[in-house]
């Protein structure tokens, strides 16, 4: 009996882990991924998997939804699980892991499986004669795109960008950070940089009017709530900033032995970790203004900025 061939659009996570469990059950897999060809305004490694937003793929602890989701994948032998947890970064109950290793991690792994294709160029037309699984996600070639709106009848794909700056881990003065986790609950994976109440107010401010990138053609201001610019949760409240990412509850600054009005984290973006990502940071300000503003944060004042 002839075993039916899958063809998957998309080297994507989701595009990653449909091939590895299609392979696993027999069946041969044609992965396309237009990668290192074409790019996406997003993308910027030539690997498969790329994590183009965060480092985090949220809780790991299983008393959470997340959590849980992630106890359920590495029952069902996930690719994507197995390659997060090999490539891992110390981040407390969070999965994160270091962004290029994990990319190669994935892409080995699958090209080690017998019935593998992977062709790297652009699919510009969705194939109606054959098995196929559209895994492109948002940041979908605009080709592709009119042919998935053709097909549907509607308008049907969305992405607002906003990435969180990473800067040099020995540019950090670490006279006016610490790390530490919450209530010391688990490992210090976190580098908290405090901030006085005046301090605060000031770099809201900033945040607030600070010159921000113009939105690209196929970018449009309907924020995911979820994982908002830190300029625009700056702008919602004189507090929502003290209340959400920079809240201080639980991280009392040895240094002075008081809880700070306001805090920053990092956490290592990478498994060295010579680089740190600013946590809950994403933001649309220009590459001048970042660096203007960030700095700000006492522990910031030199920081070098990797991205």
Known sequence: MTVARVNIIGGGLAGCEAA??????GHPVRLF????????????????????CSNSLKSNDPTSAPGLLKAELRCLD??????????????????????????????SAL????GLIIERREIRDIPLDD??????????SDALARSLSDLLGQSCLYF????????????????????????????PDYLNCPLSEDEYRHFRHELISGNKVAARPFEEARYFEGCLPIEVLADRGENTLAFGPMKPVGLV??????????VVQMRKENHSGTLLNLVGFQTKLTWPEQKRIFRMIPALRKAVFAR
């Open 131 to 140: 098995l196929t699984i559209i895994a492109t996600g948002p940041l979908t």
């Open 253 to 262: 600054d040895p240094h002075t032995g008081k809880l700070p009005y306001a």
């Open 111 to 114: 090209e080690a499986q017998d």
């Open 20 to 25: 590895w469990q299609i392979l696993r059950r």
């Open 160 to 187: 607002y960008d906003a990435i969180a700056p990473i800067v040099e881990a020995d540019s950090v003065d670490m006279a006016s950070a610490y790390w530490a986790s919450r209530y010391d609950k688990g490992t």
């Open 78 to 107: 996930s690719l994507i699980l197995a390659s997060a947890d090999e490539t891992s970064v110390p981040a407390g109950s969070a999965l994160a892991v270091d962004r290029e290793l994990f990319a190669r991690s994935v892409e």
């Open 33 to 52: 991924e237009m990668k290192p060809h074409q790019f996406s305004p997003a993308h910027k490694l030539k690997h498969l998997a790329e994590l183009v």
